[in-house]
């Protein structure tokens, strides 16, 4: 079974997004919407026979169309997806969700009120190797959860329509998320602008878990060179996510600190012992696939059998709640700032 899904906007990411809703087995790609007539000719050549659209009012009276992508600038998805919703359709967004976390409410409880499908394009959540780190991180193999940071870096692709915090970091953060299966409850940042003022290229930030796990953020689109990494450190083991390595994107380290149990109890600093063990590192076998193939089926499989999906819009409002927490606080200079 399929369902019939039309993607908005054919850009750098749309085109993608249109290529596997055509090859995915739960979705038919039935419908293509873009302002731009270049980018209808594009959709022409490489979907022949799919319908193309000029607007999202002309793709809404199409009956076939059961379920619509936005691939949209993030200032457009509130208003989009809540026409979409209301026509009584199903709706995946790109990320981010929304712009602030009212608004990513807002369109959670309409979807919820409206008995729709919901879901946001949190792409590395369909990851085998974020899959596989998150299954060592829940039975327990990498020890107890001390921190970890995430370094998402390039050189190019700047944008006007957001900063780097918005394009980059949302793709971090819903990893953290849901590695961790707890909230943040605060954050300090600082943003650097030095291409276009107002617009930060360069974004750091310190993220506080519910459990007091403490975590790092660095994204950046002027930097030297391409880079994708997130670490875990547990005092058992830890990882090294690295999505640029095609054929090691995971590396357990046998390594750790943690107070020796063995040496009993301890009455003052000087008494308190550690142990550290410096071992192998193993890189598992990891079944690869498209990510994003993935999270298209899981889409489609969320809109025929009326589920939630992974990234449903809870857990995307949860990610814009910490994006605009960020944001917040790199513009306070850097002020300790609660996530609401």
């Known amino acids: 079974m399929t369902i019939n899904v039309a993607v908005v906007g054919y850009g750098y990411w749309g085109l993608n997004l249109a290529r596997n809703v055509a090859a995915a087995s739960t979705?038919?790609?039935?419908?293509?919407?873009?302002?731009?007539?270049?980018?209808?000719?594009?959709?022409?050549?490489?979907?022949?026979?799919?319908?193309?659209?000029s607007s999202v009012d002309e793709l809404l009276a199409d009956e076939a169309v059961e379920a619509i992508i936005l691939a949209t600038p993030a200032s457009t998805h509130v208003s989009l997806a809540t026409k979409i919703?209301?026509?009584?359709?199903?709706?995946?967004?790109?990320?981010?969700?929304?712009?602030?976390?009212?608004?990513?409410?807002?369109?959670?409880?309409?979807?919820?009120?409206?008995?729709?499908?919901?879901?946001?394009?949190?792409?590395?959540?369909?990851?085998?190797?974020v899959n596989r780190l998150k299954e060592m991180i829940a039975a327990g193999?990498?020890?107890?959860?001390?921190?970890?940071?995430?370094?998402?870096?390039?050189?190019?692709?700047?944008?006007?329509?957001?900063?780097?915090?918005?394009?980059?970091?949302?793709?971090?953060?819903?990893?953290?998320?849901?590695?961790?299966?707890?909230?943040?409850?605060?954050?300090t940042a600082k943003g650097f602008s030095f291409i276009e003022p107002g617009i930060d290229d360069v974004c750091f930030a310190s993220l506080t878990f519910e459990s007091g796990i403490g975590a790092n953020l660095h994204v950046s689109w002027i930097d030297p060179r391409k880079t994708r990494l997130m670490t875990v450190v547990g005092d058992e083991q830890m990882a090294i996510y690295n999505d640029v390595s095609v054929d090691q994107p995971l590396w357990v380290v046998d390594s750790g600190v943690a107070r020796d149990k063995d040496l009993g109890e301890f009455q003052s600093l000087g008494d308190f012992q550690w142990r550290t063990r410096s071992g192998d590192i193993h890189i598992p076998r990891i079944e690869m696939s498209e990510p994003l193939r993935n999270e298209i089926e899981a889409f489609g499989t969320a809109c025929i059998e009326r589920t939630a999906p992974l990234t449903d819009?809870?857990?995307?409002?949860?990610?814009?709640?910490?994006?605009?927490?960020?944001?917040t606080s790199a513009k306070r200079g850097g002020q300790p700032t609660e996530v609401e």
Not at 27 to 44: A, E, F, K, Q, Y
Not at 87 to 110: F, I
């Open 27 to 53: 979705t038919r790609l039935v419908g293509v919407v873009d302002p731009s007539p270049d980018r209808r000719l594009l959709v022409d050549s490489h979907h022949p026979g799919v319908p193309v659209h």
């Open 141 to 187: 193999e990498l020890g107890a959860i001390q921190y970890l940071y995430s370094q998402r870096l390039s050189l190019g692709r700047i944008r006007r329509d957001c900063n780097a915090l918005w394009n980059f970091a949302p793709h971090d953060v819903s990893i953290m998320l849901h590695l961790l299966e707890e909230p943040v409850v605060e954050v």
């Open 85 to 129: 919703l209301e026509s009584g359709r199903d709706v995946m967004v790109e990320k981010p969700l929304a712009e602030t976390g009212a608004e990513a409410e807002a369109l959670t409880r309409l979807a919820e009120s409206t008995g729709r499908v919901l879901m946001v394009g949190h792409t590395f959540l369909y990851s085998p190797p």
């Open 313 to 327: 819009g809870q857990h995307g409002a949860e990610v814009v709640r910490v994006l605009e927490a960020i944001d």
